[in-house]
Nanobody
Framework: QVQLVESGGGLVQVGGSLRLSCVVS????????MGWYRQAPGKQRELVAD???????YYVGSVKGRFTISRDNAKNTVYLQMNSLKPEDTAVYYC???????????????WGQGTQVNVSS
């Protein structure tokens, strides 16, 4: 089993910044991709960014240039630095862990409990 614990959410004004953290523990040998999803009220959960064990990253178009995903393998922690926040970034953010096959097939099997991010205008 893999356990994920997020932290760092909160309330911030438009244009502000937050950094989310996700500590991973347990049977992590099978994990080769870590990601951040978000879900806003009334919307589907979407993949915001992810990072492979090799350091390759993916970002959804709406956050490119504003968000940065990174990982500290020594601390088993993945971060999401969010800058220039907008009201539409308001959502519950979830850390996820899984496997990436053939460079494109993502399968996220483990999820954190979520952390709320509110961006006020």
């Amino acid at each position: 089993q893999v356990q994920l614990v997020e932290s760092g959410g909160g309330l911030v004004q438009v244009g502000g910044s937050l950094r989310l953290s996700c500590v991973v523990s347990g049977s992590i040998n099978s994990i080769n991709v870590m990601g951040w999803y978000r879900q806003a009220p009334g919307k589907q959960r979407e993949l915001v960014a992810d990072i492979t064990s090799g350091g390759s990253t993916y970002y959804v178009g709406s956050v490119k240039g504003r968000f940065t995903i990174s990982r500290d393998n020594a601390k088993n922690t993945v971060y999401l630095q969010m800058n220039s926040l907008k009201p539409e970034d308001t959502a519950v953010y979830y850390c996820a862990a899984g496997t990436l096959r053939h460079g494109i097939e993502r399968s996220y099997n483990y999820w954190g409990q979520g952390t709320q991010v509110n961006v006020s205008s």
